[in-house]
T-cell receptor
Framework: EDQVTQSPEALRLQEGESSSLNCSYT??????LFWYRQDPGKGPEFLFT???AGEEKEKERLKATLTKKESFLHITAPKPEDSATYLC??????????FGKGMKLTVNP | NAGVTQTPKFRILKIGQSMTLQCTQD?????MYWYRQDPGMGLKLIYY???????DKGEVPNGYNVSRSTTEDFPLRLELAAPSQTSVYFC????????FGPGTRLTVL
C-alpha cells in the first residue's frame, strides 16, 4: 500500500530563517511526487512534480528535492506570505494520488 | 481558463436531506476526482473518473454517488446526509498533475 508521511506536522519560523520540510514515502513504481501549497479556505495549489531520485526543482524561495525514500521542500529566507499548509503526494501505478496529512508552516515577521 | 470550478461554496444541510455538489473543468482533462478534507486527516479520495461514462470508488465512497456524462462535469451526490459528512469537499482534474477547485464547505446538522 502506498503511504506518505510528512514531518513536522507544524513549523514556526522567523522571517528569514531557512528550514526544510520532509516527506517520506513508500510506493510501488513511483511515477511522480507532487508538492502543493494550501492557504486557509482554499483548494491546494500545485507547486512541483518530481519524477526520479536526484531531481530538483525551484520556485522563488522554494526548492524541492527527491531521493528514493523521501522528498524535501527547502524554504530559503521565508517571508510571512509563505505561511500555508504544504502537502506532499505520490502517484504510483494507478491514476490516484496518495496524500500526506500536510505540514502547517507559520512565518512570523 | 477558469480551471476547476465548484458550486456551492457553502451549504448547511439537515440530517437526511440530499444535495449535489457541482464540479466543472475547462482544461479538457480526462481524469477527475472528488476528495474530502477533515482537520488533521489530509485529503481522502471519495470517487474518481478516468473519462466520460467511467467512474470508480476511492478510499471513502460510502454515502456518496457520482456520474460522469461529459468530460467537463463530475457531480457528487449525497443522498441521505449524515453528520459524519460534514467536511470540506474538493474536486480536482488531471492530465498528470492534479488541479483543484476552491472547495465546498458542507455542514450537516
Amino acid at each position: 500500500e502506498d503511504q506518505v508521511t510528512q514531518s513536522p506536522e507544524a513549523l514556526r519560523l522567523q522571517e528569514g530563517e531557512s528550514s526544510s520540510l520532509n516527506c517520506s514515502y513508500t510506493v510501488s513504481g513511483l511515477r511522480g511526487l507532487f508538492w502543493y501549497r494550501q492557504d486557509p479556505g482554499k483548494g491546494p495549489e500545485f507547486l512541483f512534480t518530481l519524477y526520479s531520485a536526484g531531481e530538483e526543482k525551484e520556485k522563488e524561495r522554494l526548492k524541492a528535492t527527491l531521493t528514493k525514500k523521501e522528498s524535501f521542500l527547502h524554504i530559503t529566507a521565508p517571508k510571512p506570505e509563505d505561511s500555508a499548509t504544504y502537502l506532499c503526494a505520490v502517484r504510483g501505478g494507478s491514476e490516484k494520488l496518495v496524500f500526506g496529512k500536510g505540514m502547517k508552516l507559520t512565518v512570523n515577521p | 481558463n477558469a480551471g476547476v470550478t465548484q458550486t456551492p461554496k457553502f451549504r448547511i444541510l439537515k440530517i437526511g436531506q440530499s444535495m449535489t455538489l457541482q464540479c466543472t473543468q475547462d482544461m479538457n482533462h480526462n481524469y477527475m476526482y472528488w476528495y474530502r478534507q477533515d482537520p488533521g486527516m489530509g485529503l481522502k479520495l471519495i470517487y474518481y473518473s478516468v473519462g466520460a461514462g467511467i467512474t470508480d470508488k476511492g478510499e471513502v465512497p460510502n454515502g456518496y454517488n457520482v456520474s460522469r456524462s461529459t468530460t467537463e462535469d463530475f457531480p457528487l451526490r449525497l443522498e441521505l446526509a449524515a453528520p459524519s459528512q460534514t467536511s470540506v469537499y474538493f474536486c480536482a482534474s488531471s492530465s498528470f498533475e492534479q488541479f483543484f477547485g476552491p472547495g465546498t464547505r458542507l455542514t450537516v446538522l
